[in-house]
């Protein structure tokens, strides 16, 4: 799907959105296929079930959920760049593309008469992102999750980790949620990262 040129086109294209907004794409390159796959990972998703992606970008986690997802699952994604969300659309014709912020989900969520998913994945960049937005964001995830067996996915850059952005992030999650995981780091990725997994919203 993925032709040799793409990757060099999609990361000149992000870059020139992170010079634009660097608070809100939070990233100089898309992610790689690695930290994608380590992101996505078992999905075990039902037919007719609804996975929601937070900030997709250029859609490097949204090709390998297009790969993952069982015949008749549903996809929305969320992702504020107008660019992006363009871009997205005629990259991926059968999945569902909402310009919005993530922090708004649930009323997203409303408006298109869909199910709260089960599963969240999200490449939002929470160590950049102004605490009201993160706050939104934390609110949206625990209204999709309470009472499910789901789970939320994400991913923080090494360097980053140690952000005082980062950490309020986390430590707002595992007030949240009973249950954390962290996977990596993914080192083919640039720059490494880790996954991030959440389940049981309190
Ligand atoms: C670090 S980039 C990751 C892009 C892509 N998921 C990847 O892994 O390459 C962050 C993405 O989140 C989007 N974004 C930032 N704030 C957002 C928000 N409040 N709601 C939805 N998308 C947002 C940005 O526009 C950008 O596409």
Redesign the pocket.
Known sequence: MAGPKRPIRDGLGFFGRFLRNPT????VL??SRYL?RALVGHLDLAPGELIVE?????G??TAVLHGAMPTGARYLG????PK?HKLLGTRFPGFDFEL????DVRQILAQRQLPRPRRIVS???FAS?PPA?QDG?VDGIVFCLRGSDGDFRTFQYVHAYGLRAARRFRAMMQERFDGFERIGPVVRNVPPAFVLRYWGAK
Do not use: H, R, Y
């Open positions: 809100s794409v939070g990233a898309p992610s994608s937070f900030g997709p970008g250029t490097p986690a969320i992702e504020l760049d992006f919005g912020s993530a922090a490449g939002l960049p992102l937005v964001v």
